[in-house]
């Protein structure tokens, strides 16, 4: 049998290790030719250091396979093709400048043609650039066979949502910002690093010895107020008040002779 130059086929199964698949050409009647190894075309560099490496196509792609030199050991996965009528494309008339993909965990990715950006993870975390989070659709059939376009919901995607996952980012410094599986934020600066914190003229300082500094114009504080250590009211001035120390008069009493009550 003489190997065609370009043949259309369809995935058996998967090579990840050798970034191939296994596929079965099609013959010119429908008919299903010996299987073969073909290995998956990218675009950029390919080498022992730096590469870019896709999802392979799953089993039952169809897809364009290419035979240099008609030799059959040194076949090219061209491409895959839609041969159906239901598929998970976004590209609804009107925006073909979309870049977008559905990935295999349940999790998609999209650039608008508008510029949003949106990030969605299976577990529902979302990164989003944009006014709106975008309704990427794909194209289902119903009953009598008609071909519609749908929205492509989470619930499709993974039917099973996993657990809230934790996010982290971690800097060369050591600093780290962590948002656990509860939602408990935790930031941590790189050690001797100050942690500012502005908003509308007020500041929030963690300074490289550990010491907070807040300057705004009030500070209220609705719930109790606990200090362990001494309390300096008014420092820099004359009107210092050493709160452990100091005297007041209730009722009756003469001022200046009854201690704070503790509690009060």
């Known amino acids: 049998m003489t190997t065609p130059l370009i043949a259309k086929a369809w995935v058996i199964s998967q090579d990840p290790d050798n970034e191939a698949v296994n596929v079965a050409l099609l013959g010119p009647f429908g008919g299903q030719m010996p299987t073969l190894s073909c290995q998956v075309l990218t675009h950029g560099p390919r080498d022992g250091v730096v590469g870019r490496f896709p999802a392979l196509p799953t089993q039952g792609t169809h897809g364009l396979v290419a035979f240099p030199s008609q030799d059959s050991r040194n076949g090219i996965w061209l491409g895959s093709i839609s041969t159906q009528l239901t598929d998970a494309s976004a590209h609804a008339p009107g925006n073909g400048a979309a870049d977008y993909a559905a990935h295999y965990g349940g999790g998609w990715s999209w650039r608008g043609q508008d510029g949003t950006v949106a990030e969605v993870l299976p577990d529902g975390t979302t990164l989003q650039l944009g006014p709106v989070l975008p309704t990427p659709t794909r194209h289902t059939v119903d009953g009598s066979q008609a071909r519609q376009r749908t929205p492509y919901t989470a619930a499709q995607r993974r039917p099973q949502t996993p657990a809230p996952f934790p996010l982290s980012v971690t800097h060369p410094t050591g600093?780290?910002?962590?948002?656990?599986?509860?939602?408990?934020?935790?930031?941590?600066?790189?050690?001797?690093?100050?942690?500012?914190?502005?908003?509308?003229?007020?500041?929030v300082v963690i300074d490289a010895s550990g010491n907070l500094q807040i300057v705004a114009p009030t500070v209220t504080i609705s719930g109790n107020l606990l200090v362990s250590g001494a309390v300096t009211a008014g420092a820099g001035g004359a009107d210092q008040i050493g709160l452990q120390s100091h005297r007041h008069g209730t009722g009756t009493s003469a001022a200046g002779t009854v201690s704070p009550t503790p509690g009060t």
């Open 175 to 203: 600093a780290t910002a962590t948002l656990s599986v509860s939602g408990a934020w935790s930031v941590v600066a790189a050690s001797g690093q100050t942690v500012t914190l502005s908003a509308n003229g007020s500041t």
